[in-house]
T-cell receptor
Framework: DTGVSQDPRHKITKRGQNVTFRCDPI?????LYWYRQTLGQGPEFLTY????????KSRLLSDRFSAERPKGSFSTLEIQRTEQGDSAMYLC???????????FGQGTRLTVV | GNSVTQMEGPVTLSEEAFLTINCTYT??????LFWYVQYPGEGLQLLLK?????DKGSNKGFEATYRKETTSFHLEKGSVQVSDSAVYFC?????????????FGQGTTLQVKP
């Protein structure tokens, strides 16, 4: 068990470009969560999956954001037409089921220039 | 709406000092409460949790008691070490049915000096 893995760890992109992040949860974890964390703040919930089904999306997740978990294993978070305000740490977490501990990855730090 | 408020940091202590980090919450219903810790260069780790009123969570010498009457979940440790230097986040979840969907406080940085 290698924990929750996120790739890349760092991404610098120009405003207007699209970016995609990947999250590999702990094996057999049914639930997968995405969070965003800006400097000096706590993580903010974005969305979560139960297996391949996306069950909830926060109002923070604008139309430019899309997340998928096609086979109920890894997940991707795509941001289209990036803006400077998208610069943040994007965190992924997974849990075995609905009422067990969530384990977090180390995050992907996005910088939009 | 639901929210979590933590005391502002940074908190700077000498080794072996007593630590308290205050956390209060606003929530409807009966949330579960958590403390997560983030060491430099690492991901968030669950430190302790409590799922109902008067429960005490404890781990690695840290403790926190779920106080419904004061809507608080203060983190305490009797004697801190340099290795405890990290950012601490208080969080709540919407009851025990979705413990990965969390509302976090803004975090409190703890620096322990030798």
């Amino acid at each position: 068990d290698t924990g929750v893995s996120q790739d890349p760890r760092h991404k610098i992109t120009k405003r207007g470009q699209n970016v995609t992040f990947r999250c590999d949860p702990i094996s057999e974890h049914n639930r997968l969560y995405w969070y965003r964390q800006t400097l000096g703040q706590g993580p903010e919930f974005l969305t979560y999956f139960q297996n391949e089904a996306q069950l909830e999306k926060s109002r923070l997740l604008s139309d430019r954001f899309s997340a998928e978990r096609p086979k109920g294993s890894f997940s991707t978070l795509e941001i289209q037409r990036t803006e400077q305000g998208d610069s943040a740490m994007y965190l992924c977490a997974s849990s075995l089921n609905a009422n067990t501990e969530a384990f977090f990855g180390q995050g992907t730090r996005l910088t939009v220039v | 709406g639901n929210s979590v408020t933590q005391m502002e940091g940074p908190v700077t202590l000498s080794e072996e000092a007593f630590l308290t980090i205050n956390c209060t919450y606003t929530a409807t219903g009966y949330p579960s409460l958590f403390w997560y810790v983030q060491y430099p260069g690492e991901g968030l780790q669950l430190l302790l949790k409590a799922t109902k009123a008067d429960d005490k969570g404890s781990n690695k010498g840290f403790e926190a008691t779920y106080r419904k009457e004061t809507t608080s979940f203060h983190l305490e440790k009797g004697s801190v070490q340099v290795s405890d230097s990290a950012v601490y986040f208080c969080a709540l979840s919407y009851g025990s049915s979705n413990t990965g969907k969390l509302i976090f406080g803004q975090g409190t940085t703890l620096q322990v000096k030798p």
